[in-house]
């Protein structure tokens, strides 16, 4: 692998209701287009992709169908369960403002009961890094989740997962719906 790519899926239904969201989360039509255009921007700048792997969850698998389809990327997306979003346990359905109706902090969501910890997501970053460099393609595009994006960036750039506590690094390094950005 010479080059990676990540595409965070486009807007969902769970994105709207600004709620931390569940796995079968859809796309809204807003997320459809923000798909169709990122395709048509990565066409333009003359992007091809050796290999497309996507979550499984419906909002990251349409919006790499919807991409490639721009493109006009002929083989398959490729499942990979190891780029599902963070489960967010007890969360999962509830405001994403507030941590049961209080403010929190981003170390707080470590205690919620049956989420997936930090170290969890960044431990499955590695992970996929590892096997994504051992696949023979020289450029690979992955389509799936913030949580997991930022996971993924910070392995790539040698950073720690204890980054994610910090506000202001996790929001300089957030991606938005359909964004697509290169790690290698």
């Not at 921007?41 to 389809?69: N, Y």
């Not at 595009?141 to 506000?167: K, M, N, T, W, Y």
């Amino acid at each position: 692998m010479q080059k990676l790519y990540f595409l965070r899926h486009g807007e969902s239904a769970d994105n709207v209701a600004r709620v931390w969201s569940h796995a079968h989360a859809a796309l809204t039509e807003n997320g459809r287009a923000q798909a169709m255009m990122a395709g048509q921007a990565a066409k333009a700048k003359g992007l091809t992709f050796d290999v497309i792997l996507a979550s499984p969850l419906p909002r990251a698998h349409e919006t790499a169908k919807i991409f490639a389809e721009q493109l006009r990327h002929e083989k398959a997306i490729e499942p990979f369960e190891m780029l599902v979003e963070r489960d967010w346990g007890a969360l999962t359905g509830k405001s994403g403002a507030s941590l049961f109706g209080h403010p929190y902090v981003r170390r707080d969501l470590e205690y919620v009961p049956h989420i997936e910890t930090n170290d969890a997501v960044h431990d499955r970053a590695a992970r996929t890094l590892a096997y994504l460099r051992s696949r023979p393609e020289d450029t690979i595009l992955i389509v799936s989740h913030g949580s997991f994006g930022r996971a993924l960036q910070r392995i790539v750039e040698g950073r720690p997962a204890e980054e994610e506590f910090d506000e202001a690094l996790r929001k300089a390094g957030s991606f938005s719906n359909a964004q697509l950005v290169q790690f290698i």
